[in-house]
C-alpha cells in the first residue's frame, strides 16, 4: 500500500495564522513570561515557529504521551512517556498541542497539569478536529478546524513520516 498526500491548508496559510496566534499571545502576556509545554513528539514543528514569533519571554518545556502508536484514530488508551522536567507551579503555562481530535489525550495532560498549581493553564492547538470529539476540551485558541480526515505535516505523522512536510496534507491509502 501506498500512501498519497494532498495539500489541506498550505504553507503560507499556516504560517500567517501561527503569526496571528502569536500576536494574541504576546498581548494576553503582556509584561509577563509563557511557559509553553509542547506535546512531544507532533507539537515541536508548531511549538517553535510559534515560540519565534511571541514578543515576551518565553520558557519551554515538554511532555510526551501517546494514544495513536501507527495506527490512523486513537486507541483510547493514553500511554505516558515523558514528563516536563520543571515545576509549573505559579507560572503562565501555555500547552502546545498540534491536532485535537477526540481529545482524551489533551484532557488528561489538562488534568494533570491543573493539579500542579499553573498561576494560569492555556491550551491550544493548530489544528482541531471537532468530528472525532469523545473528550470535551476547553481550548483557548485554534489555528485551524479541520473535517475527518487524516492529516499528516507540520509535526503530525503516520506511522512517524511526514512529520517535516511544511504544510498539512491529507493522507490517502493507495493499494
Same mark, same amino acid.
Given at each position: 500500500?501506498?500512501?498519497?498526500?494532498?495539500? =489541506?491548508?498550505?504553507?503560507?496559510?499556516?504560517?500567517?495564522?501561527?503569526?496571528?496566534?502569536?500576536?494574541?499571545?504576546?498581548?494576553?502576556?503582556?509584561?509577563?513570561?509563557?511557559? /509553553?509545554?509542547?506535546? /512531544?513528539?507532533? &507539537?515541536?514543528?508548531? =511549538?517553535?515557529?510559534?515560540?519565534?514569533?511571541?514578543?515576551?519571554?518565553?520558557?519551554?518545556?515538554?511532555? &510526551?504521551?501517546?494514544?495513536?502508536?501507527?495506527?490512523?484514530?486513537?486507541?483510547?488508551?493514553?500511554?505516558?512517556?515523558?514528563?516536563?522536567?520543571?515545576?509549573?507551579?505559579?507560572?503562565?503555562?501555555?500547552?502546545?498541542?498540534?491536532? /485535537?481530535? &477526540?481529545?482524551?489525550?489533551?484532557?488528561?495532560?489538562?488534568?494533570? /497539569?491543573?493539579?500542579?498549581?499553573?498561576?494560569? =493553564? &492555556?491550551?491550544?492547538?493548530?489544528?482541531?478536529?471537532?468530528?472525532?470529539?469523545?473528550?470535551?476540551?476547553?481550548?483557548?485558541?485554534?489555528?485551524?478546524?479541520?473535517?475527518?480526515?487524516?492529516?499528516?505535516?507540520?509535526?503530525?505523522?503516520?506511522?512517524?513520516?511526514?512529520?517535516?512536510?511544511?504544510?498539512?496534507?491529507?493522507?490517502?491509502?493507495?493499494?
Amino acid at each position: 500500500m501506498t500512501e498519497k498526500i494532498s495539500v =489541506l491548508i498550505s504553507e503560507e496559510d499556516v504560517n500567517k495564522r501561527i503569526q496571528e496566534m502569536a500576536d494574541e499571545l504576546s498581548k494576553k502576556y503582556e509584561g509577563k513570561t509563557i511557559h /509553553l509545554v509542547g506535546i /512531544l513528539k507532533g &507539537s515541536v514543528f508548531f =511549538l517553535c515557529e510559534l515560540a519565534k514569533r511571541i514578543t515576551v519571554p518565553v520558557t519551554l518545556d515538554f511532555m &510526551s504521551v501517546s494514544s495513536y502508536g501507527d495506527e490512523t484514530s486513537s486507541s483510547g488508551r493514553v500511554k505516558f512517556i515523558k514528563d516536563l522536567d520543571e515545576s509549573i507551579e505559579g507560572r503562565e503555562v501555555v500547552v502546545v498541542e498540534d491536532i /485535537l481530535d &477526540s481529545g482524551r489525550t489533551l484532557s488528561y495532560v489538562v488534568n494533570i /497539569l491543573h493539579a500542579r498549581g499553573p498561576e494560569s =493553564l &492555556s491550551v491550544i492547538t493548530l489544528l482541531d478536529k471537532p468530528d472525532r470529539r469523545v473528550v470535551d476540551v476547553d481550548l483557548d485558541m485554534t489555528g485551524f478546524t479541520i473535517p475527518d480526515k487524516f492529516v499528516v505535516g507540520y509535526g503530525l505523522d503516520y506511522a512517524q513520516k511526514y512529520r517535516n512536510l511544511p504544510y498539512v496534507g491529507v493522507i490517502d491509502f493507495i493499494d
